[in-house]
């Protein structure tokens, strides 16, 4: 058989190729291969088998592994990629103990990045993702979730989205977008939050139109969305056609973990305070729990999800950055993998798990993402790690070594 790269020397393989969603204890099941090759050839893997087997093979490039670690690209399942400005400044308010929602409340946080993308250009944004998709790619992420959120007005929410699909179209990285225009409710609707969701709601049809967002999510949290608020913006996104994503139980448990099991989302996101109730009905459901313990870690705070009861009653995990230039401002999910461990006690079987396929199955990629199969795209990375345990040990800095996509090498 005549490949155009074949991958030799591999000194663990996480092929990641169970049927998932893969939930409670089956997510410390890990299969790791030694001493395996990989064929690749245009976009796609065509041949997995060990070193000696590999000879038969005619390689255009061969890629000696050297005895590392190699797994599926990681996959991100929950961003905010696209924004203006940073708010560095605002480190300060959380040094003096000033909550995140207060300042929210002052017109910071959320808000001041939302003038900002409102006032940026299509192509400074553009740019501007574009960026920190190529931080993410040599971090070895290769497909991540983006949502809009930053714009609250049709304009600039519309604006984002179609930033998000051209860098779709530039970046070899795949983006799978998110319409989450009910992030905040700005000055112009602040009595009146209901009036907001209706105005953003009037989106839904030209976003399916222009099929710029799969999924619709929403913040549900005091003082910005009830829970009986969300439930009637999600039904009509619902009817409309959307999967549905919520950011849940992220400060203030108000039952957006168990609203999101109520109308099938795909995942229910953050989950930091989530109820024992809430945690039974996730575990007793398809959803998929996102857990984001950067956010935790950036915010200072102590509430970190319950994962581990999570996984323990049969819940399937994904983990994730929540990129923002906010409550969590990093591409890095390898140092997210190692807060996984240390935080949340995830065992490295889990975290692996919850990074690959279940985070593909969180953004409806399961089919084609976060795993190394025949027949998959080759979404593949090679560590400066001798095993797996390796990445969530070593933390705070960057272990790929080379990340390919679709085939092509696109970091080294
Ligand atoms: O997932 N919680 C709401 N949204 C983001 C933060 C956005 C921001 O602070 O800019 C989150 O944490
Ligand atoms: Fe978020």
Do not use: C
């Amino acid at each position: 058989m005549q490949v155009d790269i074949l991958i030799t020397n591999i000194g663990e393989l996480l092929p990641m190729d169970k049927k998932g969603p893969v939930r409670g204890k089956a997510m410390s099941e890990l299969t790791v291969w030694h001493d395996a090759a990989i064929g690749i050839k245009n976009d796609q893997v065509v041949w997995i088998g060990s070193g000696d087997e590999a000879k038969v093979l005619e390689a255009s490039n061969v890629m000696d592994a050297k005895g590392r670690l190699v797994t599926p690209g990681l996959v991100d399942p929950h961003t905010h990629l696209v924004f203006g400005g940073s708010r560095e400044k605002e480190m300060a308010l959380k040094q003096q103990g000033i909550p995140y929602l207060e300042i929210l409340k002052q017109g910071g946080g959320i808000l001041s990045t939302v003038r900002a993308t409102q006032a940026a250009s299509f192509e400074e944004l553009l740019e501007k993702a574009l960026f920190h998709l190529d931080r993410m790619a040599m971090h070895g992420i290769t497909t991540v979730e983006a949502k809009s959120g930053y714009g609250l007005d049709h304009d600039t929410e519309m604006k984002q989205l179609r930033v998000v699909k051209e860098a779709n179209e530039k970046h070899p990285l795949d983006i799978v977008s998110t319409f989450l225009g009910a992030h905040a409710i700005p000055e112009d609707y602040k009595n009146n939050p209901e009036a907001f969701l209706v105005y953003m709601s009037e989106l839904f049809e030209p976003i399916r139109e222009e099929r710029l967002a799969e999924f619709v999510d929403i913040f549900t949290e005091t003082g910005v969305f009830s829970v009986p608020q969300s439930r009637r913006y999600l039904m009509k996104a619902k009817e409309m056609g959307f999967g549905l994503k919520i950011h849940a139980d992220e400060i203030d448990t108000l039952g957006g973990t168990e609203l999101a099991v109520e109308l099938g989302a795909v995942s229910g996101d953050h989950l930091a305070v989530t109820s024992d109730e809430g945690i039974e009905k996730l575990a007793n459901s398809d959803t998929i729990g996102v857990i984001l313990p950067g956010t935790s870690f950036y915010l200072g705070k102590d509430d970190y999800a319950r994962a581990r009861q999570m996984i323990d009653a049969g819940a399937a995990i994904a983990i994730s950055t929540d990129f923002n230039p906010g409550s969590s401002v990093t591409e890095n999910l390898q140092l997210i993998m190692s807060i996984a461990a240390l935080k949340l006690r995830l065992s490295p079987e889990e975290i692996w798990h919850a990074v690959t396929v279940n985070a593909a199955h969180a953004i409806g990629r399961g089919e084609v993402a976060g795993s190394i199969a025949v027949g998959r795209k080759a979404d593949i990375v090679l560590w400066d790690a001798p095993n797996y345990l390796y990445i969530p040990y070593h933390y705070g800095v960057n272990h790929a070594n080379t990340v390919i996509k679709n085939g092509k090498v696109i970091f080294e």
